[in-house]
């Protein structure tokens, strides 16, 4: 079942933990709220509003914390600022464990996102291998009308993978186009349309990938830790593993297919990655990947035999499912952009249509 952890919240789109008890919930408008473990404390961790162009797709979208907060206190935020752009910055927490520093920030990175509103991605996680990652969409309208995705001289429309801990421009040198004329050396993997959340594997680290459908299909993109980047996952010649821009004859061998997808024929329409789940509450369905729509509020499992992977309806809820997180422990949450964050329990496995419960 779902268990409320918090309700009454101004449009949450994420939670995360920073390496201890504390779940942190980030909220569109341009706040990020502490649940301490028996309430959402008053006062926010950062309040970044002034700064916040909001809402629909634009907002605060993410928020990571480094590897090694407990010594350094830094964590990083992805927004989209007034005229359109998209800014990833870094912050302090101050010597309130429960405030940040709102003076304390550095901008790491500004991408050019002024012409539409939408696909503005948002997405941030620290790899098992210490760099940021960070999601973009392929820059708004519909069917990425400037090709965006596939150009590699364009931030937009990837993952980007950052080395925070290096001087500016924050770029690895293994970065698979780190050392290619022309490109934009941030670039990990590219030809995504909207990754609205993506997540690794803590046992395994390998990268899960939601990457949001045109019209058709929503799909669930698998990196395995072994990459070394540069992995093309289709967009906009294929929406999944369907041709879209050309209309016909558009598979090229060099691009990755997903390892599941599913059509809008039932009223979904943009997919929310999840977790694989690693923790104990639900044991039945360890190993489990989750995932869920935004439209139907349904949520869905899969699992691997050997490379083919097969998913299930899980639940049916009235949610509008707008991200999932894990706490210290591995446990998940799925978090309401009406207004609340749920803890996940075993017994979710049987109910139907129930969000909120």
């Given at each position: 079942m779902f268990t409320p952890l918090a309700s009454g919240l101004d449009?949450?789109?994420?939670?995360?933990?920073?390496?201890?008890?504390?779940?942190?919930?980030?909220?569109?408008?341009?706040?990020?709220v502490i649940h301490d473990g028996t309430r959402v404390l008053p006062t926010p961790f950062l309040d970044v509003r002034s700064l916040v162009s909001c809402c629909n797709e634009r907002g605060l979208l993410g928020l990571a914390f480094h590897p090694r907060y407990k010594?350094?206190?830094?964590?990083?935020?992805?927004?989209t600022r007034f005229d359109g752009d998209i800014v990833i910055a870094r912050y302090r927490v101050s010597s309130d464990p429960n405030r940040a520093d709102a003076n304390s920030a550095t901008i790491l990175l500004t991408l050019e996102h002024s012409q539409f509103g939408n696909h503005n991605g948002?997405?941030?996680?620290?790899?098992?291998?210490?760099?940021?990652?960070?999601?973009?969409?392929?820059?708004?309208?519909?069917?990425?009308?400037?090709?965006?995705?596939?150009?590699?001289?364009?931030p937009l429309g990837k993952i980007l993978r950052l080395d925070v801990d290096a001087p500016a421009p924050y770029i690895p040198a293994s970065n698979p186009f780190a050392a290619t004329a022309g490109a934009?050396?941030?670039i990990w993997a590219y030809g995504l349309r909207n990754p609205w959340r993506f997540s690794f594997d803590r046992e395994t680290g390998d990268l899960f990938i939601a990457d949001v459908g045109q019209n058709i299909w929503e799909e669930v993109d698998l990196q395995p830790r072994t990459s070394t980047g540069g992995e093309n996952y289709g967009w906009r010649r294929m929406e999944a593993t369907h041709c879209f821009n050309p209309s016909s004859n558009c598979v090229d061998p060099s691009f990755k297919?997903?390892?599941l997808e599913y059509s809008h024929a039932d009223g979904s329409c943009s997919v929310t990655g999840g977790y694989r789940y690693r923790g104990v509450r639900m044991p039945s369905l360890r190993g489990?990947?989750?995932?869920?729509?935004?439209?139907?509020?349904?949520?869905?499992?899969?699992?691997?035999?050997?490379s083919a992977w097969s998913s299930?309806?899980?639940v049916d809820s009235t949610m509008n499912i707008s991200s999932f997180g894990e706490d210290l422990n591995g446990e998940l949450y799925v978090v309401d952009l009406g207004g609340s964050v749920y803890a996940?329990?075993?017994?979710?496995?049987?109910?139907?249509?129930?969000?909120?419960?």
């Amino acid at each position: 079942m779902f268990t409320p952890l918090a309700s009454g919240l101004d449009q949450p789109l994420g939670v995360t933990n920073a390496g201890d008890t504390r779940l942190f919930i980030t909220l569109q408008r341009g706040t990020i709220v502490i649940h301490d473990g028996t309430r959402v404390l008053p006062t926010p961790f950062l309040d970044v509003r002034s700064l916040v162009s909001c809402c629909n797709e634009r907002g605060l979208l993410g928020l990571a914390f480094h590897p090694r907060y407990k010594e350094n206190g830094f964590f990083f935020i992805y927004y989209t600022r007034f005229d359109g752009d998209i800014v990833i910055a870094r912050y302090r927490v101050s010597s309130d464990p429960n405030r940040a520093d709102a003076n304390s920030a550095t901008i790491l990175l500004t991408l050019e996102h002024s012409q539409f509103g939408n696909h503005n991605g948002g997405q941030l996680q620290f790899g098992p291998d210490g760099y940021l990652y960070a999601g973009t969409g392929d820059g708004g309208s519909g069917g990425d009308p400037n090709n965006r995705a596939q150009t590699l001289s364009d931030p937009l429309g990837k993952i980007l993978r950052l080395d925070v801990d290096a001087p500016a421009p924050y770029i690895p040198a293994s970065n698979p186009f780190a050392a290619t004329a022309g490109a934009r050396g941030e670039i990990w993997a590219y030809g995504l349309r909207n990754p609205w959340r993506f997540s690794f594997d803590r046992e395994t680290g390998d990268l899960f990938i939601a990457d949001v459908g045109q019209n058709i299909w929503e799909e669930v993109d698998l990196q395995p830790r072994t990459s070394t980047g540069g992995e093309n996952y289709g967009w906009r010649r294929m929406e999944a593993t369907h041709c879209f821009n050309p209309s016909s004859n558009c598979v090229d061998p060099s691009f990755k297919m997903p390892i599941l997808e599913y059509s809008h024929a039932d009223g979904s329409c943009s997919v929310t990655g999840g977790y694989r789940y690693r923790g104990v509450r639900m044991p039945s369905l360890r190993g489990a990947y989750f995932y869920g729509d935004y439209c139907t509020g349904k949520l869905w499992v899969a699992t691997q035999a050997g490379s083919a992977w097969s998913s299930r309806l899980l639940v049916d809820s009235t949610m509008n499912i707008s991200s999932f997180g894990e706490d210290l422990n591995g446990e998940l949450y799925v978090v309401d952009l009406g207004g609340s964050v749920y803890a996940m329990s075993e017994r979710l496995r049987t109910r139907r249509r129930a969000a909120g419960h």
